[in-house]
């Protein structure tokens, strides 16, 4: 396996990775070194995704049977549901070596040309934020996708030559968080697409009681399901909570995660029962008291909990639009019914009725 991730971090890292949150779908340093430990090796052990595993199962049965190489796999689906694990587990379904690098990683078409001339016949090759990658390297990848063939260009201006290589045929599999980024001829030239979605919390429950038999973690049925509950529907986010709800259960009690145990400890680091954390309920609680429920503009919402623009736009907002407590609309920020009732208030009147409305009427 062949670590390449070299590329400088982008101003995309720089918004979505800012505060190294408990409930952050990407990985931090932590959840690099266990992830390892805890990523089910076949699809039988994959939790959840039926849709996508029962279809993955079959392009990857019908290739075995023939005898091929499985057709080029994109997975696109938000940080944490499991697309990393997916590659090791079509690598392994197939009984091929896997070889891992990313968009970002990949600058010029030569890097490119370089992995895919030194791959193994069946190898896949792994191709993380395959919608960072930049456009020359896009297309040297159309044609070895299609005809496992590359041209590399030898010499500079009118003396310069294309030769074209022949590859071994491989699998592509390529993932994205972005599906919509992506070109239609990259896009296209995939055999098949999954699309990983957010998991219920049943499912999160199961990958829980996984990851805490291989922790060597004693956790209740109701302990689990605490912590699902409180995971985002994201087994990432899941599996970091355990971690802490761990931590908390050795140090304050006697290890064993009861239902009380997880959610006295998840209070401890601010997750509330439905996932949100410091500042996700800071942006909501401030929609609510400051601006009596909305419309209110970001930049204006944003200095009242003295946060950057970006950092409730692209780190706070999309799960509390995803979980229906805010809305965005043309005349500004917000919120929705279920938001008063998360936070234990009351909606102003409808217009004209008492209460907080008054105070922003007139
Ligand atoms: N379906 C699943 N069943 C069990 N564990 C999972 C599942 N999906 C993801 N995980 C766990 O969540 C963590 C993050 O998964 P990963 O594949 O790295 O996500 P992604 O690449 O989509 O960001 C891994 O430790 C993995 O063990
Ligand atoms: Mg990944």
């Not at 020359?136 to 496992?148: K, T």
């Not at 004693?218 to 709800?245: H, K, Q, Y």
Request: no cysteine; charged share 25%; net charge negative.
């Amino acid at each position: 396996m062949n670590w390449d991730d070299t590329a400088p971090p982008t101003a995309e890292d720089a918004a979505l990775g800012a505060p190294d949150r408990l409930v952050g779908a990407d990985a931090d340093g932590e959840d690099t070194a266990v992830e390892a430990a805890l990523r089910p090796k076949d699809l039988e052990e994959f939790v959840g995704q039926e849709r996508v595993r029962e279809q993955l199962d079959l392009v990857l049965r019908a290739a075995r049977a023939r005898g091929a190489t499985a057709d080029h796999v994109l997975l696109s689906g938000a940080p944490g549901l499991g697309k990393t694990t997916l590659s090791m587990i079509i690598a392994a379904e197939m009984g091929a070596p896997i070889r891992i690098t990313s968009g970002p990683a990949i600058q010029h078409a030569g890097d490119l040309a370089a992995i895919l001339s030194s791959l193994q016949e069946g190898e896949v090759l792994f191709l993380d934020e395959i919608h960072r990658m930049s456009r020359p390297a896009e297309e040297m990848l159309y044609m070895a996708m299609e005809d496992f063939r590359v041209d590399v260009i030898v010499g500079k201006g009118p003396g310069a030559t294309a030769i074209p290589l022949e590859l071994p045929p491989f699998t592509l599999v390529g993932a994205t968080t972005r599906a919509g980024l992506l070109p239609p001829p990259l896009r296209d030239r995939f055999g098949f697409t999954g699309h990983m979605e957010f998991y219920a919390p049943a499912e999160l429950q199961r990958v829980i009681h996984r990851s805490a038999g291989l922790l060597d973690v004693e956790i209740e049925a109701e302990g689990a399901a605490e912590i699902a509950g409180r995971s985002r529907g994201t087994p990432r986010i899941a599996n970091r909570l355990l971690r802490r709800v761990r931590d908390y259960a050795q140090v304050k009690a006697d290890g064993v995660i009861t239902r009380e145990i997880a959610s006295q400890a998840l209070d401890v680091y601010e997750v509330d029962g439905r996932g949100l954390d410091r500042l996700d309920r800071g942006v909501l609680t401030a929609l609510l008291k400051l601006f009596g429920g909305g419309p209110v503009g970001l930049s204006t919402l944003a200095v009242a909990v003295g946060e950057e623009r970006e950092t409730v736009e692209e780190v706070a907002e999309p799960f509390l639009v995803r979980e229906g407590l805010l809305a965005r609309t043309p005349r500004g920020r917000i919120a929705t019914p279920a938001a008063w009732a998360h936070l234990g208030m009351a909606p102003p009147q409808q217009a004209g009725g008492s209460g907080q409305q008054g105070l922003f009427g007139a």
